[in-house]
């Protein structure tokens, strides 16, 4: 089975930027779509934006025109550029196929500063 590995959180002040990588053990074109899932303290996962083995993308409301996702299909990778970061963004970030068909990786922590 595929496996993702996420990575690129850390700590930034809000209005900061970081970008997250997704990379998967294997193909992820059969898929046909991956996305970004994150979950908050006492909170439930959440979807955060989806992207399509062609390129087509969208995203929850509260993230449009802040977070940009990306894939390198060569590189089994799927990128998470997220600029204008504020407190509430403040999660544990996933990766996994759109109908989450993957067993979900560790997670990389994104924390935001007021």
């Known amino acids: 089975q595929v496996h993702v590995v996420e990575s690129g959180g850390g700590l930034v002040q809000a209005g900061g930027s970081l970008r997250l990588s997704c990379t998967a053990s294997?193909?992820?074109?059969?898929?046909?779509?991956m996305g970004w899932y994150r979950q908050a303290p006492g909170k439930q996962r959440e979807w955060v934006a989806g992207?399509?083995?062609?390129?087509?993308?969208n995203y929850v409301d509260s993230v449009k025109g802040r977070f940009t996702i990306s894939i390198d299909d060569a590189k089994r990778t799927v990128y998470l550029q997220m600029n204008s970061l504020k407190p509430e963004d403040t999660a544990v970030y996933y990766c996994?196929?759109?109908?989450?068909?993957?067993?979900w990786g560790q997670g990389t922590q994104v924390t935001v500063s007021s």
């Open positions: 996994n196929t759109k109908n989450v068909a993957l067993s």
């Open positions: 294997g193909s992820i074109i059969s898929f046909g779509a």
């Open positions: 992207i399509t083995i062609r390129g087509s993308t």
